[in-house]
């Protein structure tokens, strides 16, 4: 017994070191090898196995491997409301791709892709996760498998910028509901953001399992808020307790059941089988109905399925596959498959109907930008074009410093992205004209959520991390500094919300020079790793405060300061409502308004100095982007005239202009646009920062003026002009949704459901609240408003205490809008 004992250990020994060997190797060459051990069992779904990534013909050429590699993969963000399961379906993603040994949790706070601590703790997701998997479809082995790089992105809407800045580069998206709620607020505000993008999407109904799921109502309510076309692939079948399965309505009906320990061995019964199902013609009639209505909906936009349906032919499964994926990819309708994650069924699926509808690169619409000249131009997602890369997030490492996550649009084939290439940042500088500057790549990573692998290139289509980029903000794109200027593209750049919460931050050792200057440190790397927070003094205080999207979301950047950037005696005080100032008007806009601006001259003595400048300058209110909703423009812009100096020295055109970085400009100009732009940081009336404001610099009557007299004049007649133009302020407004509980929607008829809604509205509409009542959905005993964020500081408890604990409420920044002069008035008295 002792020498079968000695036998086991020393097998496991050399098992451990043939594993370590193996994995040294593998993460040499950049690729992840699948872990743990794999069943080997007949199903529908097999799981797939790593290969290269492309299997040649005989004579095959480098472009044609690249091609090949383009169309075997997948961009791809998860979206959903908070709590619909996206990082649950993530988990089991990459355990049956092999990535992970298990299953991570949510509740153990196990998960691989919400690693974050304050993730874990909060069983949420935060940051925005990225990985790649490999996938092979229907078990077929001559088949290589597609390389999927999926982006978790997190629910919670004060994390709406890390989904906008994901959706960005991705090139489809696989949005969650859950099965019991349907469409949530957060379903529809994603919704929108992938609607921006044109992104192709794929729909998976989870937690089917769930008591009260019902995909009908999940359908309708994609078809009612979403506008959208959903068709269902295949649904939910009910079984005996413990076993799960789902109807494939596409192939004509089977049942696919998922059995082993984790849902990994995925079962085809044909309903031609007498043992397929106890109600056989149940689930034939089923599928009948079913896969009339998907071949309806992909009828309307396929003339070859049209026909055969219109003649009462039989529909080829494989024919209607490519119509709906065609269908897909122009928007037309959006793909819905069912299951429930936490029960490991329904992922398998999801995972072919990722490789089935939603599209490679080579299939996406051409990426367009702007040359050095401002002009148009499109260019192929192909290897052969010159690099174009996207940055669109930028993180710190404790080891490596920032870290640029970028995705390669197109090129690299005769100029690669690698270490020790020396690359141009591509950007936009404060006034939006277009600046470059160099920049070096140390290393270059495939990311597996907090894994870094290192990999020697970046090739055209994949998501990467790049270390070294230390210029690189959100929005930047990067070239090879070794191509021509000329091929130069500059994509377009993404804005940050603005801030509607605000909380001061104190030190205990406040009055140490180094204690402020590593946190004013810290507030700088964080704000760039989230361009949607900001910090700053307040000049009526003077105190230090941070902005950000929510309560949440400035606890969690207190948190990373102290846990991350090891600030210590740090305390944040109570949120407050991050107003804004605007302006309304101004007398002097007419028809001739440019020419009519009033001049202010400067003209005093400082020191032994005499400043002697005079600067024409015209402010007025921006007017809302089409598209855009409704409300206070969330930024400023600085423009200038062509003849700004006397004689039109500029002579340039606008295009020209627009591409011209600011120091290229004549020094007088250059003078009076840091003081204007200085200007435009704050309000006239109490100092908040200034938002959709448009100042115009006329013309400039001094130029031989000193610069400090000119900048000091810029900034005088900005100022001077805020001040004649009626300023007001502006708040945040947000879109509130209450929902009665599930309980509560059961006994909905009643008399105390109806009352419950009826409190809630008169709430919303109180003086206190100044909510916008938009409507009421006594089915979905749903409340919807419009209410300023001020009027829902504790609204939460609020609205438990009066529906007696059953309405929960769910908000997201809308817009900021021009505050009533009464309330004006009233918050200017509370802070003087």
């Known amino acids: 017994m002792y020498a079968n004992s000695v036998l086991w250990w020393k097998w496991l020994a050399a098992l451990a070191v043939r594993q370590s060997r193996t994995q040294t190797l593998v993460r040499r060459r950049g690729v992840r090898l699948p872990v743990g051990r794999r069943q080997t069992v007949d199903h529908a779904y097999p799981q797939p196995t790593l290969r290269g990534l492309v299997t040649l013909p005989q004579g095959a050429t480098q472009a044609d491997a690249s091609l090949q590699r383009l169309e075997r993969t997948r961009n791809i963000g998860i979206v959903a409301h908070v709590d619909a399961g996206k990082t649950t379906t993530t988990e089991r993603a990459l355990f049956y791709a092999g990535l992970s040994r298990c299953m991570g949790d949510v509740d153990r706070g196990d998960t691989i892709m919400d690693y974050l601590k304050q993730e874990r703790e909060r069983g949420i997701t935060i940051n925005a996760a990225a990985t790649t998997l490999q996938w092979a479809r229907h078990g077929d082995s001559s088949a290589e498998p597609t390389v999927i790089n999926l982006i978790d992105t997190p629910g919670h809407v004060d994390f709406n910028f890390e989904v906008e800045r994901s959706l960005r580069v991705m090139d489809g998206a696989v949005m969650i509901l859950d099965a019991v709620e349907g469409v949530q607020a957060q379903t529809l505000a994603v919704w929108r953001q992938a609607a921006r993008y044109r992104l192709p999407t794929v729909a998976f109904i989870n937690k089917c399992d769930r008591e009260g799921a019902d995909i009908d109502h999940c359908l309708a309510s994609m078809r009612e808020l979403l506008r959208c076309t959903p068709v269902l692939v295949n649904t939910w079948a009910p079984m005996a307790p413990g076993e799960y399965a789902v109807l494939d309505v596409l192939h004509g009906g089977a049942l696919l059941r998922f059995g082993g320990a984790h849902g990994e061995r995925v079962e085809r019964h044909e309903l031609e089988a007498a043992t397929a199902a106890p109600d056989t013609a149940h689930w034939r009639a089923e599928t009948r109905r079913l896969r009339d209505r998907l071949i309806e909906a992909v009828a309307e936009h396929d003339d070859g399925v049209c026909a055969e349906y219109l003649e009462g032919q039989p529909i080829d499964p494989e024919r209607l596959h490519r119509a709906l994926r065609r269908a897909t990819q122009a928007g037309h309708v959006v793909p819905v498959l069912c299951g429930s994650a936490l029960r490991n069924a329904g992922v398998q699926p999801l995972l072919d109907a990722v490789v089935d509808y939603l599209p490679s690169p080579l299939e996406r619409p051409d990426i367009t930008g702007v040359d050095r000249d401002a002009v148009p131009r499109h260019r192929r997602a192909l290897p052969q074009e010159p690099l174009t890369a996207y940055v669109f997030k930028v993180q710190h490492d404790v080891h490596r410093g920032p870290l640029a996550f970028i995705r390669v649009f197109c090129g690299g084939k005769t100029q690669p992205l690698s270490a020790n290439t020396r690359v141009r940042a591509l ?308 879109r509130v949704y209450v929902r009665l509980s599930t309980a509560a929607r059961s006994a909905r008829g009643s008399t105390s459901a109806h009352s419950y809604l009826g409190t809630v509205v008169r709430d919303l509409s109180s003086s206190r609240r100044r909510g916008q009542v938009l409507s009421v959905d006594n089915d979905r005993a749903t409340v919807e408003a419009l209410v300023p964020l001020e009027g829902l500081i504790g609204y939460a408890t609020a609205v438990r205490s009066l529906t007696a604990g059953h309405a929960s409420v769910e908000m997201h920044f809308e817009k900021y809008d021009i505050m009533d002069e009464h309330e004006a008035k009233r918050v200017a008295a509370g802070i003087l």
């Not at 970046?458 to 980029?469: K, M, N, P, Q």
């Not at 402010?619 to 089409?626: K, T, Y």
């Open 427 to 734: 950007s936009r500088d404060a006034s939006g004209a277009l600046a470059s500057i160099d920049d070096r790549v140390d290393a270059i990573f495939r990311v597996h959520a907090d894994d870094l692998i290192p990999v020697e290139q970046a090739t055209c289509g994949g998501i990467y991390a790049v270390s070294g980029l230390k210029h690189a903000r959100t929005g930047d794109t990067v070239a090879v500094a070794a191509a021509a200027k000329s091929t130069d593209l500059w994509l377009p750049g993404l804005s940050a919300p603005s801030p509607v919460f605000g909380a001061a931050l104190e030190l205990d050792d406040g009055t140490s020079a180094t204690a402020v200057a590593a946190l004013n440190q810290a507030l700088d790397t964080l704000v760039r790793d989230d361009p949607s927070l900001a910090h700053g003094i307040d000049e009526r205080t003077g105190e230090l405060v941070l902005r950000g999207m929510g309560e949440l979301h400035l606890d969690i950047a207190r948190a990373r300061l102290e846990g991350d950037y090891g600030i210590r005696g740090l305390h944040m005080g109570a949120p407050r409502v991050a107003f804004c100032e605007t302006i309304v008007g101004d007398a002097s806009v007419t028809p001739d308004a440019l020419a009519a601006a009033p001049v202010h001259r400067l003209n005093r003595k400082m020191g032994n100095t005499w400043w002697d400048a005079a600067v024409q300058v015209l402010v007025r209110p921006l007017s809302p982007e089409a598209g855009e909703v409704a409300g206070v423009v969330q930024t400023n812009r600085l423009q200038l005239r062509e003849d700004v100096l006397p004689g039109g020295e500029l002579g340039s055109t606008p295009q020209r202009k627009a591409s011209r970085a600011s120091h290229s400009l004549p020094p007088a100009v250059q003078a009076v646009e840091r003081g204007a732009r200085s200007a435009l940081q704050h309000g006239p009336r109490m100092g908040y920062p200034l938002i959709g404001v448009e100042a115009t610099v006329c013309k400039i009557l001094t130029p031989e003026a000193a610069p400090a007299a000119l900048s000091a004049c810029g900034a005088e007649a900005v100022r001077d002009a805020l001040a004649r133009a009626t300023p007001r302020l502006a708040e945040p407004i947000m």
